[in-house]
């Protein structure tokens, strides 16, 4: 069972607008159903650059960001029955509790003890696991994979196999698993159809796949940083398109290149313009628009873009139930089913953290590892 406090590293966001600051924190054992987890490695998301920023709702500083981890169970609380010390596992920044309404509905994967519905800032007993220089420090979406060691409730672990290799499948605890999943379940892309993807990064491109994998025709990627075509030909685009090199609206450019608008589109940047933007390249009565990124910018739009039969959705974590999904989302990496690893373009070791965040803004970087 569980042993005691752990002094440990961890990247610790102090206020808004500041650098992460590598230092030594106590990590408290887990209490009755919950875990405390070894991490192995982790990736930078976006999201996590929107929690230095000060632009996600609820988060309170100071924290410890990171939602995209892999590791190792190195004790559990009391009550624990789904994972056992030494079990390889992925935490999950949305949880799966099993027991709210729509953890209940089968065509739900939102789980109510979401940071949107409650603020995930703290443990459900509502206290901390992390200590700093004597200073209660938050956690993020109750994983927080910015620590050598964190505690997590049970319902936000899934145990993988033991064969997954950890360097490679943190990416399925964000990136991969919402993009893939965004176009498979989401948007339930059909064979034969056209896409169109707005923003390349780790969740766009693994958009791309998710396309790709579900026998789309055509699937055109859209970014303003061309560095990114390449990858995304790899990954199976079929036209990479720069808005800058247009002297038209890109949706329009899209309606031509189509004849009518795609089948299907997704936002994967989180900016209120290219949402509409989006919306506006898909066919305007049977098209699909799926918004993935986070904004927290207000959108107006011109309801005739919907009145006329399109259908604009959003999606959590590509539509996947997480306990129940990312094992056998592994287990098909693990067959070789797509190759995500080709997501993975810089491995730097954890005190390179910010070096890692700098990548990502600057457009140099798919997706950072950091690992412990």
């Known amino acids: 069972m569980a042993s005691g406090v752990i002094k440990c590293k961890a990247?610790?966001?102090?206020?808004?607008?500041?650098?992460?600051?590598?230092?030594?924190?106590?990590?408290?054992?887990?209490?009755?159903?919950?875990?405390?987890?070894?991490?192995?490695?982790?990736?930078?998301?976006?999201?996590?650059?929107?929690?230095?920023k000060g632009a996600l709702p609820n988060v309170e500083f100071p924290v410890i960001p990171g939602h995209e981890g892999a590791g190792i169970v190195e004790s559990i609380g009391e009550g624990v029955t789904s994972v056992k010390p030494g079990d390889k596992v992925i935490p999950l920044a949305l949880p799966q509790c099993g027991e709210c309404s729509f953890c209940r509905n089968p065509e739900s994967n939102y789980c109510q003890k979401f940071h949107f519905s409650e603020p995930q800032n703290l443990l459900p007993d509502k206290t901390s696991r992390f200590t700093c220089k004597g200073r209660q420090i938050n956690h993020f979406l109750w994983v927080s994979t910015f620590a050598e060691y964190s505690v997590v409730p049970e319902y936000a672990v899934a145990k993988i196999d033991a064969a997954a290799?950890?360097?490679?499948?943190?990416?399925?605890?964000?990136?991969?698993?919402?993009?893939?999943?965004?176009?498979?379940?989401?948007?339930?892309?059909?064979?034969?159809?056209?896409?169109?993807?707005?923003?390349?990064?780790?969740?766009?491109?693994?958009?791309?796949?998710?396309?790709?994998?579900?026998?789309?025709?055509?699937?055109?990627a859209v970014d303003i940083n061309k560095d990114k075509f390449a990858k995304a030909k790899e990954l199976g685009a079929t036209d990479c398109i720069n808005p800058r090199d247009f002297k038209k609206p890109i949706q329009e450019v899209i309606t031509e290149m189509t004849g009518q608008g795609v089948d299907?589109?997704?936002?994967?940047?989180?900016?209120?313009?290219?949402?509409?933007?989006?919306?506006?390249?898909?066919?305007?009565?049977?098209?699909?628009?799926?918004?993935?990124?986070?904004?927290?910018s207000e959108i107006s739009i011109n309801p005739t873009l919907l009145l006329t039969g399109r259908t604009w959705k959003g999606t959590m974590f590509g539509g996947w139930k997480p306990r129940d999904s990312i094992p056998k989302l592994i287990s098909s990496y693990l067959e070789k089913k797509f190759n995500s690893d080709l997501l993975i373009t810089h491995t730097l070791p954890f005190a390179k953290v910010n070096e890692g965040f700098e990548l990502l803004r600057a457009g140099k970087s798919i997706r950072s590892i950091l690992l412990f």
Not at 268 to 296: E, F
Request: aromatic fraction near 6%.
């Open 11 to 52: 990247a610790v966001a102090w206020e808004a607008g500041k650098p992460l600051s590598i230092e030594e924190v106590e990590v408290a054992p887990p209490k009755a159903h919950e875990v405390r987890i070894k991490m192995v490695a982790t990736g930078i998301c976006h999201s996590d650059d929107h929690v230095l």
């Open 264 to 296: 299907y589109s997704f936002e994967a940047i989180g900016h209120a313009d290219t949402m509409i933007t989006a919306l506006a390249s898909c066919n305007m009565n049977t098209g699909v628009c799926v918004m993935i990124g986070v904004t927290d």
């Open 165 to 220: 290799p950890l360097d490679k499948v943190c990416l399925f605890g964000c990136g991969f698993s919402t993009g893939y999943g965004a176009a498979i379940n989401t948007a339930k892309v059909k064979a034969g159809s056209t896409c169109a993807i707005f923003g390349l990064g780790g969740v766009g491109l693994s958009v791309v796949m998710g396309c790709k994998a579900a026998g789309a025709a055509r699937i055109i």
